[in-house]
C-alpha cells in the first residue's frame, strides 16, 4: 500500500489536488488564474525546454507536438491557448505529466504551487453558466487560502483535440429486451449527454444527476419510500452508475454510504472513471463496488451495466 492510500483512505470523500497557475497579460498588468486537477492524474511535473512553439499544421492551435521523455514520446498542450488566454511569458514553465484513460499528456502552465488536501464537500459545482456551456471545461471550484482554484476537466480538454471522432464513435448499440431504470451520478456536462443517450438508447429509463450530493438525496427519497411504504429500493431503480470525481461527494464515498445502508445497499453500483486503472481497482473493492469500468470502455458500459443488473436479480 502506498503512502497517498495510507493518507487518503478510500470512501472519506477527500482528495488531494495540485494547484498550478498561468499569468494571463492584461494591458500593463499580469493577472494570476490558479486552476486544479486531481494529484490521482498527475505522474510528474518536469520543466519545458526551450523553443517549444505549436504549428500552424497542428490538430488544434494549443497542441505543441511531442517532447522525449525518458522512454516516452510525450504529447504537450498549452493550456492558456486551449483557455483562450493571453499567456504572459515566464522562464522555466512547467509541464505537468498526467496520466487518465490510459493516455500520458503534458499540458504547459506557467507555474505550480503545491498540493493541497481538501474535502470534496469544500468543493462547489460550477455556475449555472458553466454548466450550461456545450464544452464547458470547469467541474467545481474550491477555496483556498484567499483565492478560488478552478478544477479543470482535462478529458474535455483532450477530447477537444480529438480530431479522429472517437467521441461518438463510442456511442454503443447495444438494447435490453426489457425497460431497465438507471441513476446516473457525472460532473462533465458533455459526458452526461452521452450518457444519457447510450442509456436510452439501450431502452432504460435513466435520471442524471451532477454529483454524488444530489445522488444521495435522490437514493435518501426512496429509502424513506420504502421505510415507509414497504417493498424494496429495487422497485423504484434497477441500477447506479456513478463517476468517482465529483464535486460536494466522490463516487467511492457515495458506493460506500449506499452500501453501508441496510435498506440501499440493495442497490448494485457501478463505478465509470477515468481513474480506474488495475492498480486502483481495490479502492471500488473497498468500498463494495459491484462493478468498474474505465472511461475507455464506453461503448461497453450499456452491456456491462445490463449483465450486472441480470446477474444480480438471479442472486437475489
Known sequence: MSQQDILLETGTNELEIIEFFI???????IE?????????????????????????????????????????????????????VDKAKDENEPIIVTEFNGMITGFLVSGV???????????EPPSKYFAKMESNCITGTVKINDRFVLMLDLEQVLADLDESGNTQAQLSDVVSDERYRALVADDSTSVRELLRKNFSNANFEIEVVGDGAEAWEKFSKIKAIVQEQGGSPLDHLDVVVSDVEMPQMDGYTLTRRIKEDPILKQLPVALFSSLISKSV??????????AQVTKPEFNQLTGKVINLIREWRENL
Open 23 to 29: 499569468h494571463e497579460t492584461s494591458g500593463d498588468s
Open 281 to 290: 481497482l481495490h479502492k471500488g473493492k473497498a468500498v463494495m463496488a459491484d
Open 113 to 123: 504551487t503545491q498540493i493541497h488536501r481538501v474535502n470534496w464537500a469544500e468543493v
Open 32 to 84: 494570476t488564474h490558479y486552476f486544479g486537477v486531481n494529484v490521482a492524474k498527475v505522474l510528474e511535473v518536469v520543466e519545458a525546454p526551450e523553443g517549444l512553439t505549436g504549428s500552424e499544421a497542428a490538430v488544434h492551435p494549443s497542441f505543441l507536438g511531442t517532447i522525449p521523455l525518458r522512454d516516452l514520446i510525450l504529447p504537450v498542450v498549452d493550456l492558456s491557448v486551449w483557455l483562450d
